[in-house]
């Protein structure tokens, strides 16, 4: 009892970075948010109907390098911005890619709330987009 006593904060915050750890992915997983590896993102731009790819970056982020089909809503903006989206995605799926696949998780649970009916969150973002050597428009 007395090293659950001196060790309470230490318990207490790994508990809660680990609530921070899996509330993006069971919030995807309730809101029927689909997940694309980078390689399948690829595969479906490059098809005969690609989806509307949205980059949830900032603008700086996006200045620094994006995917050329990528179109820029900051988080931020993302709700704001929704008919702008409806219009461009049309009745295409979209997918939501990010720097690293976190903050998309949460665009594109935000897009599935609003009644967007097919979304794809890009599982590792743009670093894994560049690590697997995909090009990068600055």
């Known amino acids: 009892m007395n090293w659950l006593q001196e060790n309470a904060l230490t318990l207490l915050m790994l508990v809660g970075f680990a609530v921070l750890m899996v509330r993006g992915p069971l919030m995807a997983r309730m809101a029927g948010v689909e997940h694309l590896t ?3 993102l690829a595969k479906r ?3 005969s109907s690609p989806p509307l790819l949205l980059d949830v970056r900032s603008e700086q982020e996006y200045a620094g390098g994006h995917v050329q089909q ?3 809503v900051p988080l931020p903006d993302l709700r704001q911005r929704l008919d702008e989206v409806k219009q461009r995605a049309s009745s295409r799926p979209i997918a939501v890619i990010c720097r690293s696949g976190n903050r998309s998780i949460y665009g594109a649970v935000m897009l599935k709330r609003m009644g967007m009916p097919q979304v794809f969150n890009v599982s590792g973002g743009m670093l894994d987009w560049k690590t697997q050597g995909y090009p990068v428009r600055p």
Do not use: D, I, N
Request: hydrophobic share 65%; proline share 0%.
């Open 45 to 47: 731009l490059a098809s």
């Open 38 to 40: 980078v390689h399948e």
């Open 70 to 72: 990528a179109m820029l």
